[in-house]
């Protein structure tokens, strides 16, 4: 009997060979250890500049990793078919997680310098008095501790089950996953939201939200769906993934980068909006703050370059279907990413309006460079895809 032509054969794995990327870790080794080395000289050169630089770089990645855990969680949740042959580069990216925990101790030993709540005693201010059953230091950090224990734990599970499922096959491991996925669901939630309130917002304690955490949501949702953009064509260009990952992924993947452009412009404007109409001193000081000097053009930028941009070029059927061009789009959202998060964090250092310094850039080349080496490893400990995922199949065969 012949064989039908419509009959995926299942890939074996697809391994990164050893020493395949030892020059490109060797040079990320030496950037990381250098910008990391030059950040604690400027800890010590102006620890006001130091804690606020540190803070946004560690903000902006933190946010993309958390972003590919939720992709996970989606994956799991749904019962996605198309995106068995990309999550395990979102596993890899999330078990970056860890080394954002070692990140956050300078937050922790700078915190006076980045929370003024921190340094105000009880009874010198109404608004915070009202706040010290949250806002106080053993609080914070029980709070701050148990977010990385989530997302370090939850982490770690799905990738036991994932390789085992890798060397046996067994299917009970993607049942297992599924429910690991909506325990973490709810508690992605509240800790993601909370984070946010607790690491971004409370550089300005006088200011709130209620919708802050979505905000903050929805720029990590997109910016990570971007950054997997970037790492699939990066192995593809590598010669891997070239016979499991197709445009039809791409697509896909440009179809969720298009609708959290739009959710992240819809959140933004929501907020902007409902926070002018009340006109409330305590709500409004945020975009005052952001919206005079030098801060309005880079919100006016920020505007533009994450919305008005990608949603028009996104909306069309090609920019989808082609790799690079699609690469090229992913790249600007995660510098817009980056954008976004400077516009959270730097007004409150620099009030007075946008002013640039090298120390803002030196963790973030540190941190980066750290970052990308220990996914490099990461990386190259397994298949590049679930090989034995039961939907495989199914993934390879997707179409739109």
């Known amino acids: 009997m012949s064989e039908r032509s419509d009959v995926v054969p299942v890939p074996e794995g697809e391994y990164i060979e050893p020493n395949r990327f030892a020059g490109l870790s060797f040079i990320l080794a030496i950037v990381g250890l250098i910008g990391l080395a030059l950040s604690i000289v400027g800890a010590f050169v102006d620890k006001h500049q130091f804690s606020f630089s540190w803070l946004f770089a560690f903000a902006f990645f933190f946010t993309l990793i958390?972003?590919?855990?939720?992709?996970?969680?989606?994956?799991?949740?749904?019962?996605?078919?198309?995106?068995?042959?990309?999550?395990?580069?979102?596993e890899n990216l999330a078990m970056l997680m860890p080394v954002m925990l070692v990140?956050?101790?300078?937050?922790?030993?700078?915190?006076?310098?980045?929370?003024d709540w921190m340094n105000i005693h009880p009874g010198h201010?109404?608004?915070?008095?009202?706040?010290?059953?949250?806002?106080?230091?053993?609080?914070?950090?029980?709070?701050?501790?148990?977010?990385?224990?989530?997302?370090?734990?939850?982490?770690?599970?799905?990738?036991?089950?994932?390789?085992?499922?890798?060397?046996?096959?067994?299917?009970?491991?993607?049942?297992?996953?599924?429910?690991?996925?909506?325990t973490s669901l709810p508690l992605f939630a509240l800790s993601l939201t909370f984070g946010a309130y607790d690491w971004?917002?409370?550089?300005?304690?006088?200011?709130?939200?209620?919708?802050?955490?979505?905000?903050?949501?929805?720029?990590?949702?997109?910016?990570?769906?971007?950054?997997?953009?970037?790492v699939i064509t990066g192995l593809r260009n590598a010669g891997y993934l070239k016979e499991t990952v197709t445009m039809e992924h791409y697509h896909i993947m440009g179809k969720w980068m298009l609708s959290f452009?739009?959710?992240?412009?819809y959140i933004g404007f929501s907020q902007y909006m409902l926070i002018w109409y009340a006109n409330m001193p305590e709500e409004t000081e945020?975009?005052?703050?952001?919206?005079?000097?030098?801060?309005n053009a880079m919100s006016l930028f920020l505007v533009i370059g994450r919305f008005f941009i990608p949603f028009t070029i996104l909306l069309w059927r090609s920019p989808k279907k082609s790799a690079r061009k699609l690469c090229l789009i992913a790249g600007w959202l995660v510098f817009m990413q980056l954008v976004d998060i400077y516009i959270v964090i730097?007004?409150?250092?620099?009030?007075?309006?946008?002013h640039v310094t090298v120390?803002?850039?030196?963790?973030?080349?540190?941190?980066?460079?750290?970052?990308?080496?220990?996914?490099?490893?990461?990386?190259?400990?397994?298949?590049?895809?679930?090989n034995r995922d039961p939907r495989l199949l199914e993934s390879l065969r997707t179409t739109n």
């Open 200 to 230: 971004l917002l409370g550089v300005d304690y006088h200011w709130f939200s209620t919708m802050w955490g979505v905000y903050i949501f929805a720029g990590a949702a997109g910016s990570s769906m971007s950054l997997l953009v970037l």
């Open 261 to 265: 452009v739009v959710f992240w412009a």
């Open 286 to 295: 945020y975009f005052i703050r952001r919206n005079t000097e030098s801060w």
């Open 66 to 90: 958390a972003g590919c855990f939720f992709w996970i969680i989606v994956h799991h949740v749904t019962d996605a078919e198309w995106s068995v042959v990309v999550r395990r580069q979102l």
């Open 346 to 354: 730097l007004p409150m250092l620099y009030r007075t309006g946008l």
């Open 103 to 115: 990140f956050f101790i300078p937050i922790l030993i700078f915190r006076h310098h980045i929370y």
């Open 359 to 386: 120390w803002d850039f030196l963790p973030l080349i540190g941190m980066g460079a750290t970052l990308a080496f220990v996914f490099l490893r990461i990386a190259a400990r397994t298949s590049l895809f679930p």
């Open 125 to 182: 201010d109404p608004v915070l008095d009202s706040k010290r059953a949250y806002l106080n230091w053993h609080f914070f950090l029980v709070r701050s501790l148990f977010y990385f224990a989530f997302f370090i734990c939850a982490t770690l599970l799905f990738r036991r089950f994932s390789i085992r499922q890798d060397r046996d096959g067994n299917p009970g491991y993607t049942i297992n996953m599924r429910k690991v996925a909506f």
